[in-house]
């Protein structure tokens, strides 16, 4: 099984509808985070929480809202879902630990991709 | 504010020929510095990685990267390319410690011809 594994891995869905994608990891991180990719843009962070109780936007949280459950699992939620936010969007993890140097590396699901018509 | 900047969105080369994927980046400190590969249809993976040290670190693949501070620049390199190679490279920049956030570049997109 992946490390990180988010679901589902397409949808598509219509203007309006809420949308909710999710993550599960079993890496033990302490944190997660999603980005969303669109072409020439790179990725950007939508939402990034260092613990269960600390969630923080990122530079594109607009139109987006999340749920950390647990530490295994973190939410991304498109309420009322436009076709702008056509996208892919992955998770990625990484450890909290104060100080270490992995606290840097994500380790990045395999994407998922929306379609908003 | 950090900043990077891939200058090169599609890149070219011929099996076996030498690659360089050029990151500039803009932070007040001593940054966290990454390189990461994504597949077509996959997520991305974690090529190689500068905390501190030697300036030229070694990843996985066969790939390695230099660290500039005088140019800002943290420049991907492999002597020879192989097809597999062909994917989408992201270069990366951290502030470290408790933002612990990475700032992506827009991607090069390296194509392998035969």
């Known amino acids: 099984d992946a490390d990180v594994t988010q679901t589902p891995r397409n949808r598509i869905t219509k203007t309006g509808k809420r949308i909710m994608l999710e993550c599960s990891q079993t890496k033990g991180h302490d944190r997660m985070y999603w980005y969303r990719q669109d072409p020439g843009l790179g990725l950007r962070l939508i939402y990034y929480s260092f613990d269960v109780k600390d969630i923080n936007k990122g530079e594109i949280s607009d139109g987006y809202s999340v749920s950390r459950q647990a530490q295994a699992k973190f939410s991304l939620s498109l309420e009322s879902a436009i076709p702008n936010q056509t996208a892919l969007y992955f998770c990625a993890t990484s450890d909290g630990l104060a100080g270490a140097s992995g606290a840097n590396v994500l380790t990045f699901g395999a994407g998922s991709r929306l379609t908003v018509l | 504010a950090q900043s990077v900047t891939q200058p090169d969105i599609h890149i070219t080369v011929s099996e076996g020929a030498s690659l360089e994927l050029r990151c500039n980046y803009s932070y007040g400190a001593t940054p966290y510095l990454f390189w990461y590969v994504q597949s077509p249809g996959q997520g991305l993976q974690l090529l190689l990685k500068y905390f501190s040290g030697d300036t030229l670190v070694q990843g996985i693949k066969g790939f390695e990267a230099e660290f500039k501070r005088s140019q800002s620049s943290f420049n991907l390199r492999k002597p020879s390319v192989h097809w597999s190679d062909a994917a989408e490279y992201f270069c990366?920049?951290?502030?470290?410690?408790?933002?612990?956030?990475?700032?992506f570049g827009t991607g090069t997109l390296l194509a392998v011809q035969p």
């Open positions: 990366a920049v951290g502030a470290g410690g408790a933002t612990n956030k990475l700032i």
